[in-house]
C-alpha cells in the first residue's frame, strides 16, 4: 500500500510540475516538486527504498524533457546518497537544517543542468543562467515543507 | 407575524445566494468556453485557408524545468504526427516535434536555446540563424555587420531550411547588437507566438 501511495504521489507531483498554474510561475521559473519528494523520502525511507523512488522520480522528470535521458534519473540518485550520507553526520530533524540542505541541493542541481546546457553548445545569457540558478533553488525551497508534509504523511501511513 | 416572514425570506435570500454562486461558476464556464471556441474558430479558418496538411492539437502538458522549453501534445502517432514535423499556430512558428507516441508528442518550442530556425528578414532578406535564449526574446546570429536589419523588422523562415517551410513569421526584431567578437551582429527577436500562453497548435504533415 505504501508503495501505490509513493507512486500515486509520484504522479501527481509530476503532473502538478507538468501543468504548473501560470500565476504562480515567477520569472519563467518554477519549483522542482519531484527533486524536493525524492529527498523528503531520504528522511522518512530506509536509504534503498529511497534511492529506488530516487531513480522513479528522476526518470519521470527524463520522460517530459527534451534533453538526454536519464540525466535526471542519476543526479537524483547521487542526491539522495550525498543527503543520506549527511544525514549519518549531522541532525536533519531541524526544519531549518532540512531547508538548507534542499536550497544546497536544489542549486547544485540546477548548476550541473546549467554548465550541461552550456556545454552542449547552447547560449544562455549570464542574466537568464543567474535567475533559472537562484530563482528555482529559493522557490524550490520555500514549497519543501508542503511536499515534505506529503512524504511524511505518506511515509506514516501504514 | 414578522418573525415568520423573517424566516422565510432568510431562507430565500440563501437560496437565491446559492443559485447565484452556482450561476456565477455556470458564468465563468461558459466564458472560457466561448474563448475556446473563439481560438478554435480561428484555428479551423487558418486551417481551412492554409497550403499545408494540418492536424490539429492541445498542449496537454510543458516542460517540469526551466532549463528547457517543450510541450507535450495530446496527439501523437495515431493522427500522423512524426519527429521532425513542424508545429505552427495561425500567429507563427511554434517549433519542430522532437519525439511521438502513440497518443502524444513531444513539442521543442522555438525559444529553446537547442532550436535552430535558419531565417530571414522579409524586407532586405538577409539570412540568419534564430535560436532561443529560454528568456521572452529570440536571438538572430551570424549577421555580417553591414548586415541591412532594422527595429521592427519581420522575420520569416528561410527556403535554406530542409525543415520548415519557407514564409512562416518567426517574430519581430526589437533590438540589435554586436557579438563579443566584434565580427557579427546578433537581433533579439520577439516570437510572433506568445510561447508561454499556448493552449492549441497546428501541426504541419507534410
Not at chain 2, 507563427?92 to 513539442?107: C, F, H, N, R, Y
Request: contains cysteine; aromatic residues 8%; charged residues 15%.
Amino acid at each position: 500500500m505504501k508503495r501505490l501511495l509513493i507512486l500515486l504521489a509520484i504522479i501527481i507531483l509530476a503532473t502538478l510540475q507538468l501543468n504548473w498554474p501560470a500565476c504562480l510561475v515567477f520569472f519563467h521559473c518554477k519549483p522542482d516538486l519531484l527533486l524536493i519528494f525524492a529527498l523528503a523520502l531520504v528522511f522518512y525511507l530506509d536509504f534503498k527504498y529511497a534511492l529506488l523512488c530516487a531513480a522513479l522520480t528522476g526518470l519521470v522528470k527524463d520522460v517530459f524533457l527534451p534533453a538526454t535521458l536519464g540525466f535526471n534519473m542519476v543526479l537524483f540518485c547521487l542526491w539522495v546518497y550525498l543527503v543520506d550520507r549527511l544525514n549519518r553526520q549531522i541532525s536533519a530533524e531541524e526544519v531549518y537544517v532540512r531547508w538548507a540542505v534542499v536550497l544546497l541541493t536544489a542549486f547544485l542541481h540546477n548548476l550541473i543542468l546549467g554548465l550541461a546546457s552550456l556545454a552542449g553548445g547552447n547560449i544562455i545569457s549570464p542574466v537568464i543562467f543567474l535567475r533559472n540558478l537562484l530563482i528555482i533553488s529559493v522557490y524550490t525551497t520555500l514549497i519543501s515543507p508542503a511536499v515534505f508534509k506529503l512524504a511524511k504523511k505518506i511515509s506514516s501511513t501504514f | 407575524m414578522g418573525l415568520v416572514f423573517y424566516h422565510r425570506n432568510m431562507l430565500l435570500a440563501q437560496k437565491l445566494q446559492q443559485d447565484l454562486g452556482f450561476l456565477r461558476a455556470r458564468l465563468f464556464d461558459l466564458r472560457e468556453i466561448n474563448l475556446e471556441n473563439a481560438r478554435l474558430r480561428g484555428l479551423l479558418n487558418f486551417k481551412q485557408k492554409s497550403p499545408w496538411r494540418l492536424v490539429a492539437a492541445r498542449v496537454v502538458a510543458r516542460s517540469p524545468d526551466s532549463w528547457s522549453s517543450s510541450v507535450i501534445l495530446d496527439k501523437g502517432r495515431y493522427n500522423g504526427i512524426k519527429p521532425g514535423m513542424v508545429v505552427i499556430s495561425p500567429a507563427g512558428l511554434v517549433g519542430t516535434v522532437i519525439e511521438s507516441a502513440q497518443d502524444s508528442a513531444k513539442v521543442l518550442l522555438v525559444n529553446d536555446p537547442n532550436q535552430g530556425v535558419s531565417s530571414i528578414i522579409q524586407r532586405s532578406r538577409q539570412e540568419g540563424l534564430v535560436s532561443g535564449t529560454l528568456g521572452t526574446n529570440l536571438i538572430m546570429r551570424y549577421l555580417p555587420d553591414d548586415a541591412d536589419i532594422a527595429v521592427g523588422d519581420l522575420v520569416v523562415t528561410s527556403e535554406l531550411s530542409q525543415l520548415y517551410p519557407k514564409g512562416i513569421l518567426v517574430g519581430r526584431v526589437v533590438n540589435l547588437g554586436k557579438e563579443f567578437s566584434g565580427l557579427n551582429r546578433y537581433a533579439l527577436v520577439k516570437p510572433a507566438v506568445d510561447l508561454a500562453n499556448i493552449e492549441e497548435v497546428l501541426v504541419i504533415i507534410p
